[in-house]
């Protein structure tokens, strides 16, 4: 049952969305990467993969910068992802108490951001694999999110430590969030939920939206996977 809280969200209509979806591609088209490396005298896109992100601000300029950058391109997609979720006044509330085209809009804003880290137009359309863009726009959608995410985190850190390989982490974190989102609905549907709708029919939105991003960083991690297969994908500490 949707709350009273959530009955006046029709203030909140797709014009505002939109405009919701376009910041939040602006947002994510900040290249916080080749800022930070162009402050410390390197241009990016001439070190290591030539990739913005924070893997390879790692290796040019160390790994506290990458940390930096990691966190600022987490905090541009979270940021208007959660700005957001709060103008609609859906932010905090599980996924049976949101209006279901509220939730669809909401789900596009990770996409909406993580498009805007891949295709930047300030680095000429050429931009990141949207790994930390993508995860701290998702793990903004609180609560609905929040707990795949954090799954997500655990198990990319289990495979940094196992393969200390970026890559291979970072795509199989993004394809663990729709698994898990399911697996998570699967396992509650005897319950059922408060408006009589079974626990997988309100996930299959976040389902399908998580899947979705998890093929765009699988995607743009393709020179990566050849990498891979050849057994010539660098490993962290590597500077090649």
Do not use: Q
């Not at 699967?186 to 939206?209: F, K, N, R, Y």
Request: proline letters at 6%; charged letters at 10%; one cysteine or more.
């Amino acid at each position: 049952m949707i709350t009273d809280a959530l009955a006046s969200t029709d203030a909140f209509t797709p014009a505002h969305w939109s405009i919701a979806a376009l910041v939040a591609f602006g947002c994510g088209s900040i290249p916080f990467g080749p800022i930070v490396a162009r402050m410390n005298g390197v241009n990016l896109r001439t070190v290591g993969s030539g990739n913005i992100g924070a893997t390879n601000v790692s290796r040019a300029l160390g790994w506290k910068w990458g940390v930096l950058v990691y966190l600022l391109d987490a905090v541009k997609g979270a940021a208007p992802v959660l700005l957001a979720g709060m103008m609609a006044g859906i932010l905090g509330h599980p996924a049976d108490e949101i209006p279901r085209a509220d939730m669809w809009w909401w789900l596009m804003m990770p996409i909406a951001a993580v498009l805007g880290h891949m295709f930047s137009p300030f680095v000429g359309f050429k931009g990141g694999k949207g790994v930390a863009t993508g995860s701290g726009a998702m793990l903004a959608i609180w609560p609905v999110l929040t707990g795949p995410l954090l799954v997500a985190i655990g198990l990319w850190a289990i495979m940094i430590a196992l393969t200390r390989t970026m890559s291979i982490a970072s795509m199989l974190a993004a394809v663990s969030i729709p698994l898990t989102v399911a697996a998570a609905a699967i396992m509650t549907t005897g319950t059922g939920t408060t408006d009589g709708e079974l626990p997988v029919a309100h996930a299959l939105p976040a389902i399908i939206v998580t899947a979705g991003v998890a093929a765009l960083v699988v995607w743009k991690h393709r020179s990566n996977l050849e990498r891979i297969l050849k057994g010539t994908e660098p490993r962290l500490g590597s500077k090649s």
